[in-house]
């Protein structure tokens, strides 16, 4: 990956700020198997949503898109205060507890970096959500959709 190609990632990613996070969906897969966990995390979901303000005072919201991460291509990491709350790697029973408290958050920005396209996902609280390449082969880390694209 370029500097370029992390500078188009990054300014595609604009939509999603100053949006809060509506849903967190974790997915975890069970596989006994030997040399396994039986658990383990597989897949991330966040979809963001903006406040829309009405004559009435009444909130309203309106849906602006998802991030969706899949962490057999990808490792990631909740930070806060420059301490890791939870990893992938992470028990999960720590994984749901932790990232339950995305929900509400709001997303200020996100830094992509070449040469890997690791990823920082700010939050207004300065929690930070990594991802980082866990494979050397070009595939499918992370995806941004917006709300026209949700299925």
Same mark, same amino acid.
């Given at each position: 990956?370029?500097?370029?190609?992390?500078?188009?990632?990054?300014?595609? +990613?604009?939509? *999603?700020? /100053?949006?809060? %996070?509506?849903?967190?969906?974790?997915?975890?897969?069970?596989?006994?198997?030997?040399?396994?966990?039986?658990?383990?995390?597989?897949?991330?979901?966040?979809?963001?949503?903006? *406040? *829309?303000s009405?004559?009435?005072?009444?909130?309203?919201?309106?849906?602006?898109? +998802?991030l969706? %991460?899949?962490?057999?291509?990808?490792?990631?990491?909740?930070? *806060?205060?420059?301490? %890791?709350?939870?990893?992938?790697?992470?028990?999960?029973?720590?994984?749901?507890?932790?990232?339950?408290?995305?929900?509400?958050k709001?997303?200020?920005?996100? /830094?992509?970096?070449?040469?890997?396209?690791?990823?920082?996902?700010?939050?207004?609280?300065?929690? %930070?959500?990594?991802?980082? +390449?866990?494979?050397?082969?070009?595939?499918?880390?992370?995806?941004?959709?917006?709300?026209?694209?949700?299925?």
């Amino acid at each position: 990956m370029t500097q370029n190609d992390a500078h188009v990632l990054q300014e595609s +990613s604009k939509f *999603l700020w /100053n949006s809060k %996070i509506a849903r967190v969906v974790v997915n975890v897969q069970h596989r006994f198997e030997d040399g396994y966990e039986p658990s383990d995390l597989d897949s991330l979901h966040l979809e963001f949503r903006q *406040l *829309l303000s009405t004559p009435e005072g009444r909130k309203k919201y309106r849906e602006v898109g +998802s991030l969706w %991460i899949d962490t057999c291509t990808c490792g990631l990491r909740l930070e *806060l205060a420059g301490q %890791i709350a939870v990893a992938c790697g992470d028990s999960t029973e720590k994984v749901l507890a932790r990232f339950k408290q995305l929900v509400g958050k709001m997303l200020v920005r996100v /830094n992509v970096t070449s040469p890997g396209g690791d990823t920082e996902f700010v939050f207004e609280d300065g929690m %930070i959500f990594r991802c980082f +390449s866990a494979t050397s082969h070009a595939r499918l880390s992370w995806r941004l959709s917006t709300a026209d694209q949700l299925a």
